[in-house]
């Protein structure tokens, strides 16, 4: 029986009495694991500060089934605190995941490399339907990190006998996938399809330019390159707005950087964005300058 806590249950029909139970339990935990990576996947890019935890409700017996479901728990609690966001976002990661699993369950075609193209247009078309509106637009996911956890569902199927039997069990219904079908995505990206590269890492970047409004990317300087980015850390920019933070010609912030890059064949970058998902100090000047704004020009 579903707890009511629930958002997911697994089961894993098998043959009692002949099947191994190590093969059977190994199969649940891979297959879960991969689950769990593709809501990090998904989470990290609706949002690097929600942190998710797949949690285990129940184990029931005869056929093996796991109940679980996904905990969710923002990094800034004041980011988050209004309305019921975790509800909305979980029963998102519920249909990622069987979106997914119709993916891996059909039969390899000849344009297997579009349609997992096509999956992850899918998974993030779910995502900015996503109840959480402080950021513009989820962050792209790249093909080369969706892969993996995709290639580590397919693992889990891959072993289970041809009499097992696993089903997907959530509001929406029991959806019982083909355990005969364990292609590995991995192997359908292609060197044509260029490559991305994407995260959250730290920085420290000099204000050129700021905006006062809001309504605008702030420039910066990070060694010798220029970077533009929005500010999404909300309680920073309430407080800068409000002159609780003094920032003069020649302040950096050391923040929290959420990038995404892409390249063609040849290794060259064609596309990069920036946002400031966290400030978490502002650098004064090292020449001791209090000269205050407004930036006229560039800060050298």
């Known amino acids: 029986m579903k707890p009511d806590d629930a958002e997911m249950g697994v089961t894993i029909d098998f043959a009692k009495g002949e099947a191994s139970p190590r093969r059977v339990f190994g199969s649940l935990i891979t297959i879960l694991e991969g689950f769990e990576a593709l809501d990090r996947l998904m989470v990290s890019a609706l949002d690097p500060r929600i942190v998710p935890l797949m949690v285990l409700e129940d184990i029931e017996a005869a056929s093996i089934t796991a109940w679980v479901r996904t905990r969710l728990r923002q990094v800034d609690d004041e980011v988050l605190k209004s309305g019921d966001w975790k509800k909305g976002v979980g029963a998102v990661l519920v249909k990622g995941k069987h979106r997914t699993l119709e993916y891996l369950d059909t039969r390899e075609a000849a344009d297997e490399g579009k349609r997992l193209m096509q999956l992850r247009d899918d998974l993030e078309k779910l995502l900015e339907s996503a109840p959480v509106r402080h950021l513009p637009q989820p962050l792209p996911i790249t093909l080369q990190d969706l892969v993996k956890p995709l290639d580590q569902i397919q693992a889990g199927k891959a072993a289970l006998s041809a009499n097992d039997r696993l089903l997907l069990t959530t509001e929406a219904g029991v959806y019982e996938a ?68 003094p920032i003069v010609p020649g302040s950096a912030l050391a923040c929290m950087v959420r990038y995404a890059y892409e390249y063609d064949q040849g290794g060259r970058l064609t596309s990069a964005q920036h946002d400031v998902v966290e400030v978490q100090r502002v650098i004064p000047p090292t020449d001791g300058s209090s000269e205050g704004f407004p930036f006229t020009g560039e800060v050298e």
């Open 178 to 245: 083909n355990v005969a079908e364990t292609k590995r995505p991995s192997e359908y990206l292609t060197a044509a399809e260029g490559s991305k590269a994407s995260g959250v890492m730290p920085m420290q970047l000099l204000v050129r330019r700021p905006d006062y409004l809001g309504e605008a990317k702030w420039d910066f300087r990070h060694g010798r390159d220029t970077v533009t980015a929005a500010i999404l850390d909300e309680v920073w920019l309430q407080r800068f707005k409000a002159g609780a933070v």
